[in-house]
Nanobody, 117 residues
Framework: QVQVVESGGGLVQPGGSLRLSCATS????????MAWYRQAPGNARELVAS???????KYSDSVKGRFTISRDGAPNTAYLQMNNLKPDDTAVYYC???????????WGRGTQVTVSS
């Protein structure tokens, strides 16, 4: 059974930084892509950043230049480095994983990020 687990959320002051991690396991296939989404209360879930083999890395306009997605650490792990955080970045952050030869997209349960003074 595929598992996707996010970690690293918390409370941070405006202008601060956080690093989120997403670890996926349980599939017999190779990871094709990993992405971060977020959902604030009353809002739809939105794409924050994504990395997928064969495609350019994508960022939402609201986080370009402040957030960086990477997969250069532990195997089957993605990171989201978030700098210069703003109150509008407050949301539950979700990780989505896709695998080769598997049409299912797998989601984690999310990690809360709160930016407040």
């Amino acid at each position: 059974q595929v598992q996707v687990v996010e970690s690293g959320g918390g409370l941070v002051q405006p202008g601060g930084s956080l690093r989120l991690s997403c670890a996926t396991s349980g599939s017999m296939y190779v990871v094709r892509g990993m992405a971060w989404y977020r959902q604030a209360p009353g809002n739809a879930r939105e794409l924050v950043a994504s990395m997928r083999d064969g495609e350019n890395t994508k960022y939402s306009d609201s986080v370009k230049g402040r957030f960086t997605i990477s997969r250069d650490g532990a195997p089957n792990t993605a990171y989201l480095q978030m700098n210069n955080l703003k109150p509008d970045d407050t949301a539950v952050y979700y990780c989505k994983t896709s695998y080769y030869y598997d049409t299912t997209e797998y989601w984690g349960r999310g990690t809360q990020v709160t930016v407040s003074s």
